[in-house]
Nanobody
Framework: QVQLVESGGGLVQAGGSLRLSCAAS????????MGWFRQAPGKERDLVAA????????YYADSVKGRFAISRDNAKNTVYLQMNSLKPEDTAVYYC???????????????????WGQGTLVTISS
């Protein structure tokens, strides 16, 4: 099973930007589709963005379309989430997740995914 470690979270003012990274190890990274999820206090864990194993397919939640961009570098075993025009409602713990099947990641059911990172906190101040 792949192991995932997120980084890049922090405190940013509204309108600012952050780039999250998720480094994978322990398995062939390009075997996995990847997703970024987020969970705000008292809320469910929701899919933010997903990317296929090749990077040729991407998906975004409506709430982040046009502001966030997911990408991956299979040579570096890393997936990224560039977040721009951040809003206070983007505040959450952000998790990366992996699964061999891209449709499974896009379906966004947390219990179905193969591996998770520990999360990184993103706080957006108004």
């Amino acid at each position: 099973q792949v192991q995932l470690v997120e980084s890049g979270g922090g405190l940013v003012q509204a309108g600012g930007s952050l780039r999250l990274s998720c480094a994978a190890s322990g398995h062939t990274f390009s075997d996995y589709a990847m997703g970024w999820f987020r969970q705000a206090p008292g809320k469910e864990r929701d899919l933010v963005a997903a990317i296929s194993w090749s990077g040729g397919g991407t998906y975004y939640a409506d709430s982040v379309k046009g502001r966030f961009a997911i990408s991956r570098d299979n040579a570096k075993n890393t997936v990224y989430l560039q977040m721009n025009s951040l809003k206070p409602e983007d505040t959450a713990v952000y998790y990366c997740a992996a699964d061999p099947l891209y449709p499974t990641v896009v379906a966004g059911a947390p219990d179905a995914l193969d591996a998770w990172g520990q999360g990184t906190l993103v706080t957006i101040s108004s």
